[in-house]
């Protein structure tokens, strides 16, 4: 009889521990860190060599200070469990395993419980740069260290709160295709709130005058010089008006940038976010991208059942 073997690899795409959770209809999964291969601690070793000159650059120094107080490691990657020992006692938060997309209304109530969902799969030593779905990189470098700042934590945390918001304002509404198209609207609106801020968000300061907060700038070798430096980039003053509906494209480098003055103004733009959904306002967003998925469509409506 062959022997069975044991796939070692949590490689993007290439994961059977994460693919075999997903098939049992698993979310919320642990970190087996045994069967990381010496090409996934190669992969992280190399992301974080090369981006953190560029850090020191054009990051926001509350994210330089969650680097450091997080401590993570430069030659492989983190321990979940290690990180967790360091950031709860400062915000609460905790970075929580999934093994795959987190549905809308799920990731969001997550927030709220000052859960953070993280992909424990990295990408692939030979695809540095683009990928299409996050990996431990992009959420353990590139979010979790905003989340040891209490300002920006609690700018998560009431984003979460709208969620719920959205559920109360739309649950008695007894016309279900009525009921999902102020919904989706909704989710539209959040999602491009979500893009242009805690993803892909400028602020005021740093050596240049404003510097990257968002994480899908702070993860992105190329992107975090190019939206800082780049004559092609468009920024502005953040307006919650165009924010909500500018389309949000994710294939290529984002064009146009929003800024804050600071997160205790990002927070007073989440505030009014939930105040515009209470009065009405995101009804009607302009059509376009994001596209809402129908597992996030479902996700809110279950929620409200």
């Known amino acids: 009889m062959?022997?069975?073997?044991?796939?070692v690899g949590l490689t993007t795409g290439h994961a059977p521990f994460v693919e075999s959770a997903r098939d049992r209809g698993d979310l919320y999964i642990s970190q087996p860190y045994e069967l990381y291969s010496e090409e996934n601690h190669e992969a992280w070793k190399r992301l974080f060599a090369r981006i953190r000159p560029r850090w020191e650059m054009y990051a926001n120094p509350f994210f330089l200070r969650g680097i450091d107080i997080l401590n993570l490691p430069p030659d492989r990657v983190p321990r979940l469990s290690d990180?967790?020992?360091?950031?709860?006692?400062?915000?609460?938060?905790?970075?929580?395993?999934?093994?795959?997309?987190v549905?809308?209304?799920?990731?969001?109530?997550?927030l709220r419980r000052r859960e953070f969902p993280t992909t424990i799969t990295i990408r692939d030593k030979n695809r540095m740069d683009y990928l299409p779905e996050p990996d431990i990189f992009h959420d353990t470098a590139g979010h979790v260290p905003m989340h040891t700042d209490r300002a920006f934590a609690d700018v998560l945390v009431r984003f979460g709160d709208c969620a719920h918001t959205a559920v109360e304002m739309t649950a008695d509404i007894r016309d279900i295709a009525e009921r999902k198209r102020r919904l989706t609207s909704v989710i539209r609106a959040m999602s491009r709130f979500f893009w242009f801020t805690v993803e892909f968000g400028l602020m005021r300061g740093?050596?240049?005058?404003?510097?990257?907060?968002g994480s899908g700038l702070l993860s992105s070798y190329g992107e975090l010089q190019h939206a800082i430096d780049s004559e092609?980039?468009?920024?502005?003053p953040v307006q919650m008006e165009w924010l909500i509906n500018q389309v949000a494209e994710i294939d290529h480098y984002q064009p146009l940038l929003f800024i804050v003055d600071s997160f205790d103004h990002l927070f007073s733009l989440v505030d009014r976010l939930e105040r515009w959904m209470r009065e009405g306002k995101l009804y009607n967003v302009?059509?376009?991208?994001?596209?809402?998925?129908?597992?996030?469509?479902?996700s809110f409506m279950k929620a409200s059942a």
């Open 2 to 7: 062959p022997e069975t073997l044991v796939t």
């Open 83 to 101: 990180i967790n020992k360091r950031l709860e006692p400062l915000t609460g938060f905790q970075a929580k395993a999934v093994s795959g997309y």
């Open 103 to 110: 549905p809308g209304f799920l990731f969001f109530d997550c």
């Open 206 to 213: 740093g050596q240049k005058g404003i510097c990257a907060y």
């Open 232 to 236: 092609d980039v468009q920024r502005y």
């Open 286 to 298: 302009a059509p376009g991208l994001p596209d809402v998925a129908d597992s996030d469509l479902q």
